[in-house]
């Protein structure tokens, strides 16, 4: 598994969850790192993404909420979910790129109830 994902979950309308994405050692340039999410019969959508120089970019719908960051040592990207609403409620997949290879972690899941 090249992206390991974990940190989903249930929780309730306005509450918070982080998810963290590891990247295998065998990726040995990682650029662009990201969050996308799925919703049930929706199509994947972008969360929020962060070159590996630290600039980020964000949906609309998580601007103010989302927070990404990385560590470049760790190979790891983070994403803390404040303000949780229940239109969150999706499988979350982290993503990086690795020149002109797009790499997919395994998704994971967060419910937000309401």
């Known amino acids: 598994v090249q992206l390991q994902a974990s940190g989903g979950g249930l929780v309730q309308a306005g509450g918070s969850l982080s998810l963290s994405c590891a990247a295998s050692r065998t990726i040995f340039v990682i650029n662009n790192m990201g969050w996308y999410r799925q919703a049930p019969g929706k199509q994947r959508e972008l969360v929020a993404t962060?070159?590996?120089?630290?600039?980020?970019n964000y949906a609309d719908s998580v601007k103010g909420r989302f927070t990404i960051s990385r560590d470049n040592a760790k190979n790891t990207v983070y994403l803390q979910m404040n303000s949780l609403k229940p239109e969150d409620t999706a499988v979350y997949y982290c993503q990086a790129t690795s020149g002109v290879r797009v790499i997919w972690g395994q998704g994971t899941l967060v419910t937000v109830s309401s």
């Open positions: 962060i070159t590996n120089s630290g600039d980020t």
